[in-house]
């Protein structure tokens, strides 16, 4: 269990909670003064009321809840968002609309799920030429189906 520090940016916002004892992740709900509709084909940007203070190394991962994606065919934009460890602003969720109808997000939807997950850093060894593999340098549909 890793401790994340966290900000109610008003009173009456809801923490994040997990669904069930093998959840991964948390969901998010929407905080709202007045309900956003999402027209088909478009996005918007949801506030959640919260910040947070991700230790050092760690992102939160803002992904798309399942039951919206299959049922209303709404999901997170830029999947997954990534809340880097020096951010402390609001946390917001980019919902886009795939379906052919208005969806209406009203205050405390559950509109996203966050996962915490560790972040290895590179350090690039660069190098004039790289070992090779059998696949090489073939790329998009080259294992197969």
Do not use: C, W
Not at 4 to 18: H, T
Not at 58 to 72: C, F, H, M, N, T
Not at 97 to 113: L, M, P, T, W, Y
């Amino acid at each position: 269990m890793v401790k994340v520090e966290i900000k109610k940016l008003d009173p009456n916002v809801d923490l994040p909670n997990y669904q069930s004892d093998g959840a991964s992740g948390l969901d998010l709900k929407a905080f709202l003064k007045k309900s956003i509709v999402i027209k088909p084909n478009t996005s918007e940007i949801i506030p959640t009321g919260l910040s947070v203070a991700i230790p050092y190394e760690y992102e939160i991962q803002i992904r798309p809840r399942s039951g919206l994606a299959a049922k209303s065919n709404i999901t997170v934009l830029n999947t997954p968002g990534t809340i880097d460890s020096d951010y402390r602003g609001e946390i917001k969720v980019i919902l886009f609309n795939h379906s052919k109808v208005d969806f209406e997000v009203k205050n405390g939807d559950r509109i996203a799920q966050i996962v915490l997950m560790s972040v290895l850093k590179i350090e690039f060894d660069e190098k004039s030429e790289l070992s090779s593999t059998e696949r090489g340098l073939s790329g998009f549909g080259s294992t197969g189906k």
